[in-house]
């Protein structure tokens, strides 16, 4: 981070220089010839959105010889507009993409590694969490996030007083979870849910909460040490772990993926007891009519082992950016990721600051909010996709098989198996 950090002063005392010299000189100010113009594109995520441009608007003060034009898209257009501009050859110059895109974009030679001049893979291991490690490819990484995110378990206080329940005592293990949610679980005389006890999902983060939570408490690996092999169904736990799951909303019935338009939704609704998200979801929840809290996930029995998933999203610098225009995004990128923006965005957008530094401090530990997600990255996964968008979909589909066409679990769960593992090894078969 030296030459990070040496670079900011550099700028920082030149962007001095350069006004002390416009003051004397007006009649001399640089003209547009002189500014370097650099798009910065990401989803359309509100609280984000409004975060990168005070960002911007702060680092262009800094920066006079640099304009940062920042464009955001509806997140179920946004991958889409992304290939469709790079293919035309109008694609952004820095591009805020999901971690789990990240081989992929790499695959599809869309972006291009960290320069070593500008930031060593010793410096970005030193100075970010230890879950960005899986995404160094070939020796070296691609992206760097400002922030990350881990899983926790929101709870309606609220709904647990109407349901006779302790408000103040969420559920330790998964069981207790269930036996909660269905307390709290309404339904109509023809079955449709009123309320449900647990917003029960597959296609938000509820397939991160099977794969990197379940699945590990059960004994079972879910991928090999590269990534390459889909271990899930190696052994019986694995075939146990997704029964349990499906079981919360096939048997047990405490919540269902189509109650609200999202588990979220349903949540701050005040028709879902209790959600598993993550802590970026805490800018919306804060505003929620109802009380509410925030603890650790659940395990499978008091003591048993602890497990979270970690995701995060990060910029890469698209493939092709030089001269000037990698300059000038490089020093944005460095602008981005330093620690005062960090402690901004976490305060504004409630996520969590990617330095090792930062999260390791004990005011943010003991944050009651913020402590959960901040413990839970201790045991946090980050899974490598290889092709994120396909792989969600795969289990969408299979558990969508089993919901909708009473699909038997064992074979549904070995063809879910199999089309991941084809996913995978298309990719590692062209590394």
């Known amino acids: ?51 990168i441009d005070k ?6 003060k800094d920066n006079p010889d640099i304009k940062v034009v920042a464009q955001d898209f509806p997140y179920d257009q946004y991958q889409n507009k992304i290939f469709a501009a790079v293919e035309a050859g109008d ?23 960290i320069r070593e001049e500008f930031m060593s893979k010793e410096e970005i291991s030193d100075y970010y969490v230890d879950m960005i490690q899986p995404y160094e490819l070939d020796g070296q990484y691609y992206t760097l996030p400002v922030a990350v995110r881990s899983l926790a378990l929101f709870w309606n206080k609220d709904m647990y007083k109407e349901a006779g329940l302790d408000p103040e005592s969420p559920p330790k293990t998964w069981d207790e979870l269930i036996e909660n949610a269905k307390a ?24 991160h909460e099977f794969q990197q939570v379940l699945l590990r408490q059960y004994g079972v690996e879910p991928y090999s040490e590269d990534a390459s092999k889909v271990l899930w169904n190696e052994k019986q736990e694995g075939y146990d772990a997704f029964k349990y799951w499906l079981d919360m909303t096939m048997v047990h019935k405490v919540g269902d993926p189509d109650v609200g338009n999202t588990y979220r939704e349903a949540f701050l609704a005040g028709i879902a007891g209790m959600i598993v998200d993550g802590s970026f979801a805490v800018g919306d929840i804060q505003n929620a009519s109802f009380d509410w809290g925030v603890t650790t996930l659940p395990v499978l029995e008091e003591g048993g082992l602890q497990s979270n998933y970690a995701s995060y999203w990060t910029n890469a610098i698209a493939k092709g950016v030089e001269g000037k225009k990698l300059e000038a995004s490089e020093r944005f990128l460095a602008y981005l990721i330093q620690e005062d923006v960090q402690k901004d965005w976490l305060e504004n957008v409630g996520e969590l600051p990617a330095s090792k530094a930062l999260i390791a401090d004990e005011e943010l530990v003991n944050n009651p909010t913020y402590g959960p997600f901040i413990e839970g990255l201790d045991y946090a996964h980050a899974t490598f996709f290889v092709n994120e968008d396909k792989e969600r979909q795969i289990i969408i589909d299979g558990v969508d098989k089993i919901r909708l066409e009473n699909a038997d679990y064992d074979e549904t769960f070995d063809e879910i198996v199999t089309k991941i593992q084809e996913v995978r090894d298309e990719f590692f078969d062209r590394q």
């Open 55 to 60: 960002i911007i608007a702060n680092f262009e």
């Open 184 to 207: 709290m679980t309404e339904m109509t005389d023809d079955g449709r849910y009123k309320k449900e006890g647990f917003g029960w999902n597959a296609a938000g983060q509820g397939l």
């Open 91 to 113: 694609g952004p110059d820095i591009l805020n993409i999901y971690n789990g895109w990240i081989s992929k974009y790499v695959d599809m030679d869309y972006i291009q590694p």
């Open 1 to 51: 981070m030296k030459k990070v950090f040496a670079m900011l002063f550099t700028l920082f005392i030149g962007s001095i220089l350069l006004v002390a010299c416009s003051s004397k000189e007006p009649k001399e100010s640089k003209g547009d010839s002189d500014v370097t113009e650099i798009t910065y594109w990401q989803y359309t995520f509100p609280t984000k959105v409004e975060q």
